[in-house]
């Protein structure tokens, strides 16, 4: 039913930027958290931003200051701006959204986008 697909993945130089985009299709259903996650070669899945629908965030330390989430209900897409990119950031994003059904909790992953940073 409910899909996501994200986009906006590429190559950039360190110090450069780039932009992510989830987008949510399937349903008209409104998710009560979205949530940006990433799984750097060799290593596991970490999670890098979230927002509520109420608007609230939280993002991992290393990118606080870098990086910034956002959601729009009307367009159901939530977007990733990064700034500064480190070598380091270097992984395969993930989508999620999660939703309460009152018997259950809907949970829907997307299949990745790659981000490349390197000079």
């Known amino acids: 039913q409910v899909q996501l697909v994200e986009s906006g993945g590429g190559l950039v130089q360190p110090g450069g930027s780039l932009s992510l985009s989830c987008a949510a299709s399937?349903?008209?259903?409104?998710?009560?958290?979205m949530v940006w996650y990433r799984q750097p070669p060799g290593k596991q899945r970490e999670q890098v931003a979230k927002i509520r629908s109420g608007g609230s965030t939280n993002y991992q330390d290393s990118v606080k200051d870098r990086f910034t989430i956002s959601r729009d209900d009307a367009k159901n897409t939530m977007s990733l701006q990064m700034n500064n990119l480190k070598p380091e950031d270097t992984a395969v994003y993930y989508c999620y959204a999660g939703r309460s059904l009152g018997y259950r909790y809907l949970e829907v992953w997307g299949q990745g986008t790659l981000v490349t940073v390197s000079s």
């Open positions: 399937g349903s008209t259903s409104s998710f009560d958290v």
